[in-house]
């Protein structure tokens, strides 16, 4: 029997979230780490910020592995995000583009 409903895919979630990066001026880059399961899909650099993003279908949530690396991530002083939509991704980033860029020629106050 045919399917009828095909729920939707993180896919375009991804493709938004990297062209609305490079649209901004900030490094998204895969993630991957062979052997360990459960890491997150990107990793965002943005000034003052390293963020590894998660990237789910709308209504999705991380799977049990994920949660459990995105804990030891968190553990390590890592900052986790998860996006399931266009909204999450815009928020994320109207987040991160509030941070000063850190001036190299001025030392810490």
């Given at each position: 029997?045919?399917?009828?409903?095909?729920?939707p895919r993180e896919n375009p979630i991804e493709t938004y979230?990297?062209?609305?990066?490079?649209?901004?001026?900030?490094?998204?880059?895969?993630f991957v780490s062979p052997g360990r399961v459960g890491v997150p899909d990107r990793v965002?650099?943005?000034?003052?910020?390293t963020v590894?993003?998660?990237?789910?279908?709308?209504?999705?949530a991380p799977d049990p592995r994920?949660?459990?690396m995105h804990a030891k991530l968190r553990r390590s002083g890592g900052t986790v995000a998860v996006?399931?939509?266009?909204a999450d991704v815009?928020?994320?980033l109207?987040?991160?583009?509030?941070?000063r860029r850190p001036d190299p020629d001025r030392a810490p106050a």
């Open positions: 029997m045919p399917r009828l409903y095909a729920p979230l990297l062209a609305q990066c490079r649209a901004h001026d900030l490094l998204c880059l895969k965002l650099v943005a000034p003052g910020a590894f993003v998660e990237v789910k279908r709308p209504g999705g994920q949660t459990v996006v399931a939509g266009r815009d928020r994320l109207a987040r991160l583009r509030g941070r």
